[in-house]
Every structure is written in C-alpha cells, then in structure tokens.
C-alpha cells in the first residue's frame, strides 16, 4: 500500500524559510510524478508545485509562488522536497504532497495517492 509523510512544517516569521519533506513508499517512486498541494483554512485545496517523473524532471508552479518555491526530487531517498523561501502570512496552510501518473501534473484530480499534510503557519 502506498504512503506518502511530509514532514519539515512549523511557525516561521515572514521573510523565513523552511523545506518540506516527503517521503514515499509503496509504490515505483521514480515512475510518478510528485506534486506539493495547500490547503488553507476554508478554502479549497490548491495546486502549489509539481515535479515529472521524466529525466528532463520538468517542474511546474502556481503563479503565487514562482520565484520562491522550489521543488526537487531525491529518487534514490524517495523522497521530494519543497523549498519555501520568503514566506508570506498567505502562505499558511496545511501542505500536502501527492502521486500522479500524469505528464503534466497540475491539477487535483490527477493524483491518487496523497499525504496526511503538515502545518505551514507564517506568522509574525
């Protein structure tokens, strides 16, 4: 059975970083793309990044956070990460990491397998 756990969130000021973890097992990690999603409090989930499984890895972003997210994938861990870097009080919510066979994997209902999340809360 598959199983996704993220680990690395927290409270951090504004201007802060943190890296998120994602650690999968159960399933072939270097045939699935891996995406990082967000959930804030009464709003739906959204699409924050994406990696492919390809060798060229191609990546994809939200326009929210182009710039100072980046993700990346440790096939031989695993294991994909998320890079948070100047974070914003909007960027509060619970991150959730995800599997997809999808080429282009940017939307929710391309993934079927999902993490239990961890809380991102920026602060100040």
């Known amino acids: 059975q598959a199983r996704l756990v993220e680990s690395g969130g927290g409270l951090v000021q504004p201007g802060d970083s943190l890296r998120l973890s994602c650690v999968v097992s159960?399933?072939?990690?270097?045939?699935?793309?891996m995406g990082w999603f967000r959930q804030a409090p009464g709003k739906e989930r959204e699409f924050v990044a994406a990696?492919?499984?390809?060798?060229?890895?191609?990546?994809y972003y939200a326009d929210s956070v182009k710039g100072r997210f980046t993700i990346s994938r440790d096939n031989a861990k695993n294991t994909v990460y998320l890079q948070m870097n100047s974070l914003k009080p909007e960027d509060t919510a619970v991150y959730y990491c995800?599997?997809?066979?999808?080429?282009?994997?940017?939307?929710?209902?391309?993934?079927?397998?999902w993490g239990q999340g961890t809380q991102v809360t920026v602060s100040s």
């Open positions: 995800a599997a997809s066979n999808a080429p282009m994997p940017i939307a929710r209902y391309m993934y079927h397998t």
């Open positions: 159960g399933l072939t990690f270097h045939m699935h793309a």
């Open positions: 990696v492919t499984w390809t060798n060229a890895n191609t990546t």
